[in-house]
């Protein structure tokens, strides 16, 4: 069982950054593969970043994000690391952590991001 952390989120106006940290409980955390997720109100859960546990694997984005937000990990602690630059309103979700192997088996509780106009 993992436990994921996540923390950092908080009220920003447009144009302004936030850094969202996930730590997990495990030790064997350099083993699992993190991504990042969000859910806005009234819409579905959507896929924002992705880090492999492979060392040599390259990040993946969604669309939206790409050029504005950057994963990053900290396998010394732990640690998942969502950088936000240049966010917009459409940010505006709670976002959510999550770890695995082949699927994403363990979630976070959810930090919320509000982005205003």
Do not use: H
Not at 44 to 69: I, L, M
Not at 98 to 106: E, F, I, R, S, V
């Amino acid at each position: 069982q993992v436990t994921l952390v996540e923390s950092g989120g908080g009220l920003v106006q447009t144009g302004g950054s936030l850094r969202l940290s996930c730590v997990a409980s495990k030790q064997t955390f350099r083993t699992y593969n993190m991504g990042w997720f969000r859910q806005a109100p009234g819409k579905e859960r959507e896929f924002v970043a992705s880090s492999d546990r492979w060392v040599n694997s390259s990040p993946r984005y969604a669309d939206s994000v790409k050029g504005r937000f950057t994963i990053s990990r900290d396998n010394s602690k732990n640690t998942s690391y969502l950088q936000m630059n240049s966010l917009k309103p459409e940010d505006t979700a709670v976002y959510y952590c999550a770890a695995g192997l082949n699927t994403y088996n363990y979630w976070g509780q959810g930090t919320q991001v509000t982005v205003s106009s």
